[in-house]
């Protein structure tokens, strides 16, 4: 009973840490983050009930296979969605399926996966430098060669952090200009 207890609490804690402190604290989508948390501690005990089953691959695989034609089935799913709720599948079959005497191991493993999956997210979630044309008339009100003027104009306008603007094309007679604006997206 002890080592159930102990097993399910490390679960819960892994599930947390991956759940809420890295994909929750990144995507700011609440949308998955109950059914993350509810499927990852009902993989973990149906394993851990059913681990006296000697076939214990062939019953991680059929989850899996299980929970990718779910997939298929249900509504379309972002692909790094789909990741977290596989990374939290695979360390619920996991945290349950592992003999006692390789705690250090499993600990070891679970943290190398929260330190992958943190390590990614904070590379991939940096600002990227961006860039859309867009027309903008009734020119003759602006300064068009002062820089500064045109992406405090254009900042306001659209209100978005202007990095760089790049003037394509100046229509007198239409009264419009075409400008490449650089801007940062997360």
Known sequence: MNEFLLKLLFNIIISVIIIRF??????KNSDYVFTYFIIGQIVFLLCY????????LGF???LFAIFGIIRYRTSTIQIKDMTYLFSII????INSLT???YYKELIISNLVIIGLIWGLEAIFTYKKLESTLITITNIEDLNLKNEIELKNHISQKLDIDIQ????????FFNDSAEILVYYLTS
């Open 60 to 62: 991680a695989l059929g």
């Open 49 to 56: 009930l059913l681990k006296s089953i000697e076939l214990q």
């Open 22 to 27: 890295i994909y929750y604290k990144s995507t």
């Open 90 to 93: 695979g360390l619920s079959i």
């Open 99 to 101: 003999d006692s005497s």
């Open 164 to 171: 760089k603007v790049t003037i394509k094309r100046i229509d």
